[in-house]
């Protein structure tokens, strides 16, 4: 005969079953999520244009979330820079997904303040945001602010035919972290694109030419100019390079060149610039970068180039490397800030080369 407590136990029981399979089915909802926003972040991220960008974002956010109806990136775009960009190619039209704001329309989005906007669909916002879709199946709707270095560039929208699918509530932790990701990549996919039409592309090594760096730095140095954050610039030179050309010929020494350059992008983070500045040598701009972290990444960089191997009996290169940086109140003594932040790299690398090679030498300014 069962007893009430047994009854209660498997009452107890059953309700403890139905938990751990509603968790297991929240984790494994959870999981999917979060695979499809990788799968978005993955594609972007090697997107080699700004169409392509639009492209993943428009077609793979419905198909991977169906609730999602429709997807667009509104963008100022005041020197129709983005618009040539999506029209290079032949024939080639502005995707509907892809709608240019101006500074005013965009503020009166309500994303300035960097938070999403969710909620009920809006009939004269849809009608701006969404020209591709069919604006009254449309129930709610969330506007993401896209910022890049600070800077409000507009917003990656998404709307859903249900009316309680977008709302205050909502939790907006993936979709701030997919708006910040795809910034990154539209700036990455536009600077892709501009070095292809401008020629700024070294040949050889595939990364940036001295023309691009030199470009980069005047706008680096303005920027230092108003904001004052820290601005470090590196100098890395292969050691004794025409004994390896003379030694092995050209084709390793392009070779190595190539492989060197490879090694000092690994390091890299978003915004900073590597550019072949002439024969054997690079130079890099890191921006908002101190000279103590400056010098880090610098040292990380030379062991990388250290660890590489050629050949059949595996021989090394090594890369001796100097190091200036404009932090704190110092102010260079000279008109030519960018000019003159390089040739103190160059001078710390002389060093670097008089003092044995492959190692790091730190500018310090009296």
């Known amino acids: 005969m069962t007893s009430a407590r047994d009854l209660e136990i498997a009452e107890l029981h059953k309700e403890l079953t139905n938990i751990r399979q509603g968790l297991g089915a929240l984790v494994r909802h959870n999981e999917r999520i979060w695979a499809g926003f990788r799968q978005i972040e993955i594609g972007m991220i090697g997107a080699q244009s700004l169409r392509e960008v639009v492209e993943i974002l428009s077609a793979q956010i419905p198909a991977l979330f169906p609730h999602v109806a429709c997807v667009s990136l509104a963008c100022l775009d005041p020197a129709r820079e983005l618009t040539q960009l999506l029209q290079a190619a032949p024939g080639a039209a502005v995707p509907g997904s892809f709608v240019v704001v101006s500074p005013e329309q965009l503020a009166a989005l309500d994303v300035a303040s960097g938070k999403p906007r969710l909620g009920p669909s809006d009939p004269a916002l849809v009608e701006r945001l969404f020209p591709d879709c069919d604006r009254r199946e449309l129930g709610s709707m969330a506007l993401i602010p896209l910022k890049l270095r600070g800077q409000l560039i507009g917003c990656l929208n998404q709307a859903s035919r249900d009316p309680g699918h977008f709302s205050k509530t909502s939790a907006t932790d993936l979709i ?28 050889l090594t595939g990364i940036a030419n001295r023309r691009l760096f030199d470009h980069r730095l005047r706008e680096e140095i303005s920027h230092w100019a108003r904001h004052g954050r820290p601005l470090s610039c590196i100098l890395a030179d292969i050691d004794r390079f025409k004994e390896i050309n003379d030694r092995h010929g050209h084709g390793v020494g392009d070779q190595v060149l190539r492989d060197v350059a490879a090694a000092l992008a690994r390091n890299l983070r978003f915004g900073d610039v590597l550019a072949r500045y002439g024969g054997e040598e690079f130079c890099l701009l890191l921006p908002a970068t101190t000279a103590a972290v400056g010098a880090a990444i610098a040292e990380r960089m030379r062991q990388g180039v250290a660890a590489l191997a050629f050949g059949d009996d595996r021989w090394h290169v090594t890369v001796s490397v100097g190091l200036a940086c404009l932090e704190g109140n110092f102010r260079p003594p000279a008109e030519d800030v960018g000019g003159w932040l390089v040739e103190q790299a160059d001078a710390a690398l002389y060093r670097a080369k008089q003092s044995g090679r492959n190692k790091v030498i730190v500018s310090m300014p009296a």
């Open 176 to 203: 701030e972290h997919l708006a910040a990701v795809t910034a990154m990549c539209i700036d990455n996919a536009v600077n892709h694109e501009r070095q292809k039409i401008d020629g700024l592309t070294d040949a």
